[in-house]
């Protein structure tokens, strides 16, 4: 009504996104594909949907928007429940890997990439939407690419008439004439931004040979104070990579702050006072909430976030940047043949981006601790998408299941190297996710309905089949959720929290980090007080909670496979006490380590890569004992180190190995095509 209709008018009246609200609700009618496109900021994320509902379009079906990350999806989904005065899971709701907030009633839904391609798996027409919003389009994510090609090759081939649904794509800058050639020469819309000059300075901290340091840390909050102490009045936004630094550079920040003189350092009498706020995507949604909230008056805000903040949120108020030149990003490294989070340079299109969200409400500035030396050297123009750098393992799966047997030719957005769709297949041969002719398998069927790595399915299902799920359900889980380990940033309180765990381990059996983590989870679920035993051992909260909640979800979607006829059975014949790792084993066999000399492990991939037990592991300094491991993940620094370790007997994987060379590349790709 209109009483609604005033109120959020309130708030979102100078976006520069209302002039246009007739014009794009008729866009959005009269075309099957749309891109949109204007700065961060302008209102596309959250005004676009509420024009298309006020337009009645949610009565031919939900309204859908996809973000490729979870806190965007979360973050806004609350947002506009707000704004149109709806309770967050009714009208407006989000729904992202484990956790759905939405019910009958919903139809604005905001929700990851991931979820959306998961839902055409069951529903290859989309035939609950009316509308789908491809948000962020500019960030290239692995799953939005994908849709934009499902998306294309469904609608633009059907015949025109029996198209109901439109598909709108959104991105903050860039490639719009390549998106709208991609979807058939579709119309562009431009939002006019009203953006304000920024300045941007080079800083001498961080040159090209400091590629791998972690000096930024320090050098970023030096900055942030010095901004904080030195310049007139607006809020700052720090760029930083992943949660622990944040954490860590708020520390400092605190600490630092509290020792500033007000009555004589700062120029601009009025601030006195820094509010630090950290923003990261694991990070409870009550205290994001905080994050758009204006300071107290007098008090300087001081935002300290991953690239979240780049474009999917905007904070309002911000006027000074302090950019530390890196991300953190998923990349295929062909090193050792595994996908790993590595900390890289930005391109220089990211960095032009995080310096603009210094100038929407008045001019700004931006400091750049890298030198130009850094930027001309080791900064590519544009990002990289994820598409052509991640492992496809997945996303290959997914398109079989879809039908889409050639998955060379798929029209990619940007084609990914071919390399990687070889090794993506021939993963999921290894994993008897396909057969030999690349069709999808009865295992392979099974290993799609769980949102989780191939491998880790693989191996939930082989204990399911034994009738043993107990077991690995709770591990799924919690290697599902980040950080269960708590490290304090002080150093007594450390070593405090590095026994807890340690003791933890040696109760769950000692030598084998896997136990350790189910172990964790079964102890915590069965004690009186499961916080307090979490604050108790120094094991974060907040992610057993999730792992509980993920536990019982990914019990139901194997209840429910089980109920079917074919699900196969199988009975254990060996030790018990093997159970356990040999279930891991029929996952993990790609990810097979034997000791070679001294502390030194060698990958049995086929890459041979020299690798060590990561210090974290309950294995570390226990290397003598070991022949054979398995590992969950790798990290890559100046060594490479294994994560989440436990022995194995090489008679386990014996008969597993062979499948690792037993198909080549000429046949890989005869699969790749069938
Ligand atoms: P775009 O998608 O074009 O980048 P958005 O729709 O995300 O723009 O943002 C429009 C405005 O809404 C911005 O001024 C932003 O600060 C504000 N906004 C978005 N989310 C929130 C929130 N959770 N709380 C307060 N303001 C918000
Ligand atoms: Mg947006």
Known sequence: GSKRESKRCVEAQCLPILQHKATLTKLVKDNVFLVVTGETGSGKTTQLPQYLYEAGLWKGGIIGITQPRRVAAITVAQRVSQEMHFTLGKEVGYQVRFDDCTSQATVVKYMTDGCLLREILADPGLSQYSVVILDE??????????????????????????????????????????????????????????????????????????????????????????????????????????????????????????????????????????????????????????????????????????????????????????????????????????????????????????????????????????????????????????????????????????????????????????????????????????????????????????????????????????????????????LSVENIFIRPGHPEKQKEADKKHRNLSAQSGGMNDFATLLSVFQWCKASDSPSAWCKENWIHWRALKSAFSIETQLREILLRLQQKKDFPVETFTGNKSELFRRCLCTGYFTNVARRSIGKIFSTMDGHGTAVHVHPSSSLFDQEAELDWVIFHDMMVTSRVYLRTVCPIRYDWVKDLLPKLHEVDAYELSNIARE
């Not at 799953?143 to 991105?171: E, F, H, P, Y």
């Not at 030096?222 to 936004?237: N, P």
């Not at 100038?359 to 750049?368: D, E, L, P, Q, V």
């Not at 071919?418 to 396909?434: G, H, T, V």
């Open 137 to 478: 389009a500019h960030e290239r994510s692995l799953n939005t690419d994908i849709l934009l090609g499902l998306l294309k090759k469904t609608l633009l081939q059907a015949d025109k008439g029996s198209v109901r649904q439109r598909v709108v794509v959104m991105s903050a800058t860039l490639e719009t004439d390549k998106l709208s050639t991609f979807l058939g020469h579709c119309p562009v819309f431009t939002i006019p931004g009203r953006t304000f000059p920024v300045t941007s300075r080079f800083g001498n901290a961080i040159g090209p040979k400091e590629v791998d340091s972690s000096r930024y840390v320090n050098e970023v909050v030096r900055v942030a104070l010095d901004v904080h102490v030195s310049e007139v009045a607006g809020d700052i936004l720090v760029f930083l990579t992943g949660q622990s630094e944040i954490e860590k550079a708020c520390d400092m920040l605190y600490e630092k702050a509290e020792s500033i003189d007000y009555r004589y350092d700062v120029q601009d009498q009025t601030v006195e006072g820094l509010l630090i706020l950290p923003l990261y995507g694991s990070m409870p949604t009550d205290q994001q909430r905080q994050i758009f909230q204006a300071p107290p008056s007098g008090i300087r805000k001081c935002v300290v976030a991953t690239n979240i903040a780049a474009t999917s949120l905007t904070i309002n108020g911000i006027k000074y940047i302090v950019d530390s030149g890196f991300v953190k990003q998923l990349n295929h490294n062909s090193r050792v043949g595994m996908d790993i989070l590595e900390v890289v340079p930005i391109s220089k299109s990211e960095a032009q981006q995080r310096a603009g969200r210094a100038g929407r409400t008045s001019a700004g500035k931006c400091f750049r601790i890298y030198s130009n030396e850094f930027w001309e050297k080791c900064m590519l123009d544009y990002t990289v998408p994820e598409i052509q750098r991640a492992s496809l393992t997945s996303v290959v799966l997914t398109l079989k299941c879809l039908g889409v047997h050639d998955v060379i030719r798929f029209p990619y957005l940007d084609h990914p190297e071919e390399r990687l769709l070889l090794e993506a297949l021939k993963q999921l041969y290894q994993f008897d996710a396909i057969d030999r002719r690349g069709q999808v398998t009865q295992l392979g069927r099974l290993i799609m309905e769980f949102p989780l790595h191939p491998g880790l399915t693989r191996a939930l299902l082989k204990a399911a089949s034994y009738g043993c799920e107990d077991i690995l359900l709770p591990l799924a889980a919690m």
